[in-house]
C-alpha cells in the first residue's frame, strides 16, 4: 500500500513501534498519528496501520471505533465538548450546550459549514467540582456559565488563537474550579487532538 502519510509521520510511527515487543501493542499511538496526519482516521489510515502492525484491518477499526476520542469524521478547527453527564447537568449544563450550540451556529455533534467549530455533548471529564465544564481542543474549562460560554465561541471565531490554552480559557471564561492549586500548564492544544508535544499537537502559550 501507498503511505499516505507525511515522512515526518512515517519516521514517528517507525520509531513507535520499534519501542514495543509486539508491533501490534502500538496500533493505539499509531492511529493517534493518523489522526495527525489526516485530522481524522480515514479508512486508508486504519488499512496503513494494519499493514505496519500486523492487525487485521478490521482489528484496527474495531480500536479506533472504540474510543470515541478516534474522530472516524473531519473535525472543525475547535471542538468544544460539552459535558452533560450529572454533576454538569445538574449545574446546568444543558443551557450552557445550548448556548454554544446557537453562538456557534453548530448543532450537538456536527461541524459548522466553514469547518471552524465542532460541537459536541460528553461525558464525564472528571472535573464534577468544577461543574459545569467544558473543553475546547481537550483544554478544559470550569465553572462555565452559559453567557461565557457564548462569550468563548465569539473569541474562539474573532480572535482564532492558534494555541488552545486551558489556563488562559479559565481566566477568560470559567468560574469555580474543582482545585484552585491546580497545575498551570504551560503548553497547549494546536489542534483538535489532545497536546501531546512527541507527536506535534503542542504548543508553547
Ligand atoms: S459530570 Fe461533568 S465533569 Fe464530571
Not at 471542538?79 to 447537568?89: A, D, E, M, P, Q
Not at 466553514?114 to 481537550?138: D, M, R
Not at 471564561?173 to 512527541?198: H, K, N, T
Request: aromatic fraction near 8%; charge should be negative; charged fraction near 20%.
Amino acid at each position: 500500500m501507498i503511505p499516505t502519510w507525511s515522512a515526518e509521520n512515517q519516521e514517528r510511527a517507525t520509531a513507535l513501534i520499534a519501542q514495543y515487543p509486539e508491533k501490534r501493542s502500538a496500533v493505539m499511538p499509531l492511529l493517534y498519528i493518523a489522526s495527525v496526519e489526516h485530522g481524522y482516521v480515514t479508512d486508508d489510515a486504519m488499512r496503513e496501520v494494519a499493514e505496519l502492525t500486523g492487525l487485521t484491518a478490521a482489528q484496527v477499526q474495531s480500536v479506533a471505533s472504540f474510543y470515541t476520542m478516534y474522530r472516524r469524521d473531519p473535525v472543525g478547527s475547535y471542538l468544544v465538548s460539552v459535558c452533560t453527564s450529572i454533576s454538569c447537568w445538574l449545574r446546568g449544563a444543558d443551557d450552557v450546550l445550548a448556548a454554544i450550540e446557537d453562538e456557534s451556529g453548530t448543532l450537538d455533534g456536527e461541524m459548522s459549514e466553514n469547518g471552524t467549530f465542532t460541537v459536541e455533548h460528553i461525558e464525564c471529564t472528571g472535573a464534577c467540582g468544577g461543574a459545569p465544564a467544558l473543553a475546547v481542543n481537550w483544554e478544559l474549562i470550569e465553572g462555565v456559565e452559559p453567557d461565557k460560554g457564548r462569550a468563548l465561541i465569539r473569541w474562539l471565531r474573532d480572535a482564532e488563537p492558534e494555541t488552545i490554552s486551558a489556563d488562559e480559557m479559565q481566566v477568560l471564561f470559567g468560574g469555580q474550579r474543582s482545585f484552585e492549586w491546580g497545575v498551570s500548564e504551560p503548553e497547549g492544544a494546536i489542534a483538535p487532538l489532545p497536546a501531546f508535544a512527541p507527536y506535534g499537537t503542542a504548543g508553547e502559550v
